[in-house]
């Protein structure tokens, strides 16, 4: 018990408190770790006048968003077709869908970044080629494809996973009964297995909203915000790049943690709306699949 | 239902499942091939059969691009060290911790448990500028060690949730007849429940091992002289090189690089796939 507490307290309840802290004060590489001083809601302010702020809000909103219902449907899609085919082949397409996930985030953006490449190289051009589409450096051209993509591929895994061993655990009697009235395969997906699905696809909605708000490695690794001034910067790459890697050599820890401190409310509020709109409290109260 | 017709409707969830898993079987078959041949047209091996693009093994000062890079074999220590110690850090203070909570009814019992989760769910990035300063403080600034520690206190509350879940397993009975029998609290953990959650452990410490020999981010931020560098660190270097990309090195290092953990996925599907899903339990 000793040991957790204290890592716990010193690389989580302790930087959470110092990241409130810093968000006060205008510390930066120029200031040290000596001279800086409390600002007050100075950094809160720059923010809320700040030029690109509602930008960078915009393309965090829109980042989500598209991510989430990719990994979600997707994540959906392919639980439900591997469910329905043979077992063995079922678990091989799970196993592929899961290799992303754990690859180095390194490698699989290397791979993305070939996909993505200019001709010569490139798979992307190739595969389009035959539809009249000219060749092009997808990273500069379509920057938001390439981060839908990269992030989409990583993130359906999850979602399936859930949804798979949700469907394994709904009463096989159930199926039986829907064939002997001859139900198809698709009125049985849209009748008995989404109904009973209510509850992880809440769960893995509520989880990957929050993982999408606070990813920004891949973006990292691909686009790294760009190309061009923040066309692809999301919030948490935003408070990363402040606070620890800053284009201008100053690195700003005060201005990037009041960011940071932000992004977590945004987390919080937006979980807690999901949570209203699908009726928390009402789902709960049923029956519900146990996730095992 | 005739015969095409059952014929087309049981092949179709196969051709969907093959075009969505397209981009991924791509992916990888590139990874393979670019680095065992000189030249590539996209996904078809243009030139010939070549280990040319493997020379870093044995001959690593003939490329040019690795000449003012740390050399790979003490690269890949690093990443092992960095991933084992990792993992060894987690399950010790994970199976700990879980099973204080298992089994000990201390005050703020519930609110630990409670806060552990939700410090789970925390944006890394906030994490990681205050974690920056408290580094910097106690001297583990820019060294291995301190970028471990770090590590193993990320993956700590996941773990110590996956531990309880398996100590709730264990049956009561075995230890009250063990402490009654006059062995030390700590004993009994260690000789009679420990055992008995080897699975638990194995699962966690698979987590944690993968994680660990994949993380990027931490070594990238806290240590950023790379006098204790991993893998990570090199082919984003090598990645991050510009235009003049040599992909079959490039492929040829980060396939090496990814080679371990794809072994051990083959081998450990089946755990692997369950710790993934959130779901593990005895």
Redesign the interface.
Known sequence: ?????V??A???V???I??LG?SLTDMATTTG?ANWQWVGLDNYERMARGSFTLLILGNTVFYVVVTLAFNVL?GL??AL??A??DQR?GGV???????????????????????AAAP????I??LVAPFGIEGRYWINSDPWLIVF?ING?VGA??GM??F??AIKSIPEELFRAARVDGA??WQIAQRITLPLLRWPILFVLT?QT??L??S??YIL?TTNGGPGLYMTEVW?LW??HT???SYFGNLE?GY??AL??V??VM?LLVSFILLRVFRFNDLVSDPRIE?? | MGGLGRGI?SAL??A??IL??L??????C??GF?SFFTRM???RPAGAFTLENWRFLWVPETVEQLANKPPIIPLTINTLVFSLATTAVVL???S??GY??SR?N?PGRRAFLGS?LL?H??????????????L??IGLYDRLLGVI??K???E??LG?WIMKGFFDTVPWELEMAALVDGAGRITVWWRIVMPLVRPGLLALGLLAF?SG??E??LPF?FMPSGSQAT??LL??AL?GEGRFVD?GL??AV??Y??LP??IL?LFA?DH??KV????V?G
């Open positions: 018990m000793g040991p957790a507490l890592m716990v010193a690389f989580f302790a930087p959470v110092i990241t810093m770790l997707t899609g392919i077709l591997s329905n085919v082949v397409f799970r196993a592929l869908w899961l290799l992303p996930r754990i690859s180095p985030s390194v490698v699989y953006a290397l791979m993305w970044t070939w996909a010569p190289y490139g798979v051009n190739q993509l591929f895994s999850f996973l859930i798979t061993s198809n395969a989880y929050m993982s708000f606070a920004y490695e690794l948490s408070a990363f606070a620890l890697s820890f990037g943690a940071a401190a992004l977590v987390g996730i095992t | 409707s969830p196969y969907v499942l969505f898993t981009p991924i079987l791509i992916l990888y590139w990874l670019s047209e996209g996904l010790l203070v994970s700990m911790a204080a909570l000990l201390f552990v410090l769910s925390f944006p890394s990035v906030t994490l990681l500028i205050a974690t920056f300063i408290v910097r403080q520690l770090v193993a206190a990320f700590i509350p110590i993968v020999w994949n990027f981010l931020v893998l990570s082919v984003r990645l992909y490039l492929t980060g396939l690089y990814v953990i794809l996925f599907q692997l796939m993934y899903g959130g779901g339990k």
